[in-house]
């Protein structure tokens, strides 16, 4: 009967853990989340055929202009600062400096890897 009593508070016990972890993960994404026009400006590219990547908020989307291609970005689940195109082809993850400011971006395109730093004098 003990055996029977300790299993069942432990068990309800990790329930009631994880059940609090999940809204608290939860709530973080949702506090932490930033706002789309952090994202916004031109990164400039070295090893691309075009020399800048060109992020805007177009109908409350972030949309990302590269060369003659346009379209519009999703985030990827679970991540703050991590966007995908609608076919899962390009992955755009933006780092931040100390100061929690936008300045790269990489870009990871059907396995490649390529690196944007953010150009502050081009809008």
Not at 33 to 54: A, H, M, Q, T
Not at 63 to 76: F, H, N, Q, S
């Amino acid at each position: 009967m003990k055996k029977i009593l300790l299993s069942f508070l432990l068990a309800s016990t990790g329930l009631i853990y994880e059940a609090a972890a999940q809204s608290v993960a939860a709530s973080v994404l949702v506090t932490d989340s930033p706002r789309l026009e952090e994202f916004v400006g031109n990164f400039k590219f070295e090893d691309l055929p075009f020399e800048y990547i060109e992020f805007s908020i177009k109908e409350g989307n972030l949309y990302v202009k590269a060369g003659d291609r346009e379209g519009p970005l999703k985030p990827i689940k679970d991540t703050i600062d991590r966007f995908e195109n609608a076919d899962n082809m390009a992955k755009f993850s933006f780092l931040r400096n100390e100061e929690k400011q936008i300045v790269k971006v990489v870009l990871d395109y059907d396995g490649s890897v390529f690196e944007g730093k953010k150009d502050a004098s081009k809008k």
